[in-house]
């Protein structure tokens, strides 16, 4: 039987191990909200894979529309993080 630490150090490593087998790519999201330029989805802890991208999207530079963050391991398995921007200069 397992120990409640020992479940949760599972749930930890196994998030943990999907969010760097789906890591280090930012996808554009569709439904890019009304105002925005683009949505850009990558996985949970690599927001900087998101900012990296809205400069490739927006060479002038751009505005952050909103950006969502997930800090529960269990979520970081299964929501990416998001960033959307308005772009400057378009």
Known sequence: MMTQKGEI???VFL????????GGCSTLDPDTPPGA?????CPST?????????NE???RGYE???MRRNNDPIAQAI????????CQGQ
């Open 9 to 11: 150090m599972l749930r």
């Open 15 to 22: 998030a943990s191990a999907l969010a760097v087998f789906v």
């Open 37 to 41: 330029s683009y949505a850009i989805n």
């Open 46 to 54: 690599y927001i900087h894979h998101c900012f990296s991208r809205a």
């Open 57 to 59: 999207l927006c060479p």
């Open 64 to 66: 952050v529309v909103s």
């Open 79 to 86: 929501a990416p993080d998001r960033l959307v921007v308005r």
